[in-house]
C-alpha cells in the first residue's frame, strides 16, 4: 500500500520561508511522478508544482519563483521550498503520487492523475 507523508508546515510570517517534506512508501518512489496540491478554506484544491519521475518541473504560474519542487530518490521524498511567502499562501498543502507515470518527462497536473494523496500539513502565513 502506498503512504504518502508530508511534515515542514506550520505558522510562519510573510516573507518567510518553509520547506515541505513528503516522505513514500509502497511505491517504486523513482517511478512516480509526484506532485503538490494546496487547498485554502472555501476555494477547491489546486496544483502548486509536480516533478516526473525524471526531473521535468511544473509550477502553477502565479507560484514560478517562489516555489520550488524538488525530488531524492534515495530518499523517496518529493520536497517543496516555499519562499517570501504571503498571506494567501496559507492552506493545507497536500502530496500526491502516480506510480503508474509511462515517461520520465511526464508531468500531471490534474488532480484526477494522481492515484494517492497525503494527509496534508498546514501551512499559515501571517502578516
Known amino acids: 500500500q502506498v503512504q504518502l507523508v508530508e511534515s515542514g508546515g506550520g505558522l510562519v510570517q510573510a516573507g518567510g520561508s518553509l520547506r515541505l517534506s513528503c516522505a513514500t512508501s509502497?511505491?517504486?518512489?523513482?517511478?512516480?511522478?509526484m506532485g503538490w496540491f494546496r487547498q485554502a478554506p472555501g476555494k477547491e484544491r489546486e496544483l502548486v508544482a509536480a516533478?516526473?519521475?525524471?526531473?521535468?518541473?511544473y509550477y502553477a504560474d502565479s507560484l514560478k519563483g517562489r516555489f520550488t519542487i524538488s525530488r531524492d530518490n534515495a530518499k523517496n521524498t518529493v520536497y517543496l521550498q516555499m519562499n517570501s511567502l504571503k498571506p494567501e499562501d496559507t492552506a493545507v498543502y497536500y502530496c500526491?503520487?502516480?506510480?503508474?507515470?509511462?515517461?520520465?518527462?511526464?508531468?500531471?497536473?490534474?488532480?484526477?492523475?494522481?492515484?494517492?494523496w497525503g494527509q496534508g500539513t498546514q501551512v499559515t502565513v501571517s502578516s
Open positions: 500526491a503520487a502516480e506510480p503508474a507515470a509511462r515517461y520520465p518527462n511526464y508531468v500531471p497536473t490534474t488532480r484526477k492523475a494522481y492515484e494517492y
Open positions: 509502497g511505491c517504486t518512489f523513482s517511478r512516480c511522478a
Open positions: 516533478i516526473s519521475s525524471g526531473g521535468s518541473t
